[in-house]
């Protein structure tokens, strides 16, 4: 049992991307742990602030006489060292993994470092020196299961309760292996029984028409007649924490092609729905869930062309890319488990990563 | 400096402003009774700064606006603009540009507010060093901008909305 804590905690929960859910969880965690705590907002990035979930903010308004623990959540370049807490913690979710010295030494100012993703923390291994590596300590990304199990009703209106819906989360970008899985959905599975849901962040209109010409353009090459309803949909923006999950429970299967290394909100919340979760094998979403159902991957033609930039940016699973056969039997064997009504138990231990979790970072 | 200064300012409980110009002595004089000497300090000295600020003041939008702005952004702490002009005529109402963050808008007298429109001010408060209930009023509205949390207007604007995704 852990004693309770004073809390200062600075981070980006007024984000709506997978760094402000991150963020969003933990403060929600310490707080449900018993922790007395102060939440102060960072602005890091480009993303929109925008609508959040309203039950933490009353904790910014809160003014505690004493303070035991400073939680940093931001840039590494950004860390300090204030002897007046007992301890100093950073969070270090960064997906660019500078091996710059600034960063080394900054590090080295914090009595520990929390990193959400094992893959990560393998490759920081190599980038920092040994005295700063010590530091680092695994604290996966959480999530309120039961709060999500008790809402298994809760769905989103239009979708169709009969339709299996697979559903992934990508930016239009050669980064993304999103032609592939378009192009496995179109030709194989495309009809009355099923659907797509693609969600992608804040691009333009224009960009938008364009994707959906694409489309259709890769069905008419494949010779697959379009039936409209059952045709991609796309849902484009940043959504609040509630409607993620109703975006989520009204899916079937999550198809996680995300290359970055940070586990992503809709990952967690699939595998405490006990829902299917297709990825790639390098994944960080493979390295969570041991039930994840993995693809296989080749290496892609972007190592060939700019392998020793990779290399260096150490972001090791842009190296690999989808196989579609492999893609194309896993999402046959989801369906078809789901058609002939099997009942599977993904177990894959999600009470790993409930907030209750949470003290092993103090 | 946002982090560092963001811990600072919880830390320390006293109101440290930086003061977009330090040229007018009166406005210097009048803070400094308010606040103490060591919490005001100019825009030149905040690159080296090594105590807290909890709010960037701005006097006279025409003059530094958009420094104060990038101040207030850069350090995350709310922003004071404190008008003590009329607009000048080269500048069209409909032209005023507003920070998109937390904020607050005083004007030094009625014609000023009305200058600029007053609609987009908080309050008219002099700079009257001889009055207690300006002091007073100078105090509070210090005490209640600068312990605020620096958060942008959209959020603000929009916190408890919910909203459905829709097919694109």
Redesign the interface.
């Known amino acids: 049992m852990i004693p309770t804590k004073n809390i200062?905690y600075?981070g980006p929960y007024?984000e709506e991307s997978s760094r402000g859910y991150y963020s969003c969880m933990n403060i929600k965690a310490l707080e449900k742990a018993g922790h007395n705590i102060?939440i102060?907002?960072?602005?890091s990035s480009s993303y929109?602030?925008?609508?959040?979930s309203?039950d933490i903010?009353h904790l910014?308004e809160k003014?505690l006489e004493k303070?035991d623990v400073?939680i940093?959540h931001?840039n590494p370049l950004?860390?300090?060292h204030?002897s007046?807490f007992e301890q100093n913690i950073g969070i270090y979710d960064f997906v660019n993994l500078d091996p710059n010295p600034i960063v080394n030494s900054n590090l080295f100012l914090l009595d520990k470092i929390l990193v959400n993703s094992p893959n990560k923390l393998t490759i920081l291994a190599d980038i920092l020196a040994p005295h700063v590596f010590e530091r680092l300590q695994y604290s996966p990304q959480l999530i309120d299961v039961n709060h999500i199990q008790n809402k298994k009703q809760e769905k989103?209106?239009?979708v169709d309760e009969n339709r299996f819906y697979f559903y992934s989360e990508l930016e239009f970008s050669e980064q993304y292996d999103w032609e592939k899985l378009i192009y496995v959905y179109l030709t194989n599975f495309m009809d009355k029984n099923t659907g797509l849901i693609i969600?992608t962040n804040n691009i333009s209109?224009d960009k938008?028409k364009i994707i959906?010409q694409q489309i259709y353009g890769m069905a008419s090459s494949a010779m697959v007649k379009p039936i409209p309803e059952a045709m991609p949909?796309?849902?484009?923006?940043v959504?609040?924490e509630?409607?993620m999950f109703?975006?989520n429970n009204s899916s079937d299967c999550f198809i996680d092609i995300n290359k970055a290394n940070e586990p992503s909100y809709s990952s967690l919340c699939f595998a405490a729905l006990n829902k299917p979760i297709i990825s790639h094998e390098n994944s960080t979403t493979a390295s969570y869930f041991k039930n994840t159902i993995k693809v296989d991957n080749m290496i892609s033609n972007s190592l060939i062309k700019h392998g020793d930039d990779i290399m260096n940016n150490s972001i090791t699973n842009y190296y690999y890319t989808l196989n579609s056969e492999s893609l194309l039997n896993n999402m046959r064997k989801v369906y078809q488990d789901r058609h002939n009504k099997n009942q599977i138990n993904y177990d894959n231990d999600i009470h790993k990563y409930d907030l209750s979790q949470i003290n092993y970072i103090l | 400096m946002t982090v560092n200064n963001s811990i600072l300012k919880v830390l320390q409980k006293n109101i440290s402003i930086a003061l977009s110009s330090r040229d007018d002595k009166n406005i210097d004089r009048f803070f400094q009774k308010i606040l103490g000497k060591n919490n005001i300090c100019g825009f030149d000295d905040t690159e080296y700064m090594h105590r807290p600020i909890h709010l960037v003041v701005c006097v006279n939008k025409v003059e530094s606006l958009e420094k104060s702005m990038a101040m207030s952004h850069y350090l995350h702490v709310p922003l004071l603009i404190i008008d003590t002009q009329t607009r000048p005529d080269y500048i069209p109402k409909n032209k005023i540009f507003t920070p998109e963050f937390t904020y607050m808008q005083i004007a030094t007298d009625h014609k000023i507010a009305e200058s600029w429109g007053v609609e987009g001010y908080h309050d008219v408060l002099d700079f009257d060093i001889m009055n207690s209930k300006t002091i007073k009023e100078w105090k509070e509205t210090l005490n209640k901008i600068g312990h605020q949390t620096f958060k942008t207007i959209k959020e603000t604007e929009n916190n408890n909305e919910q909203y459905s995704p829709h097919i694109q």
């Open positions: 200062l600075l007024m102060k102060i907002p960072l602005y929109l602030p925008n609508k959040i309203s903010l910014e003014n303070y400073c940093q931001c950004q860390y300090v204030n007046y989103l209106e239009w969600k209109e938008i959906k949909q796309v849902l484009n923006g959504y609040d509630q409607t109703l975006i």
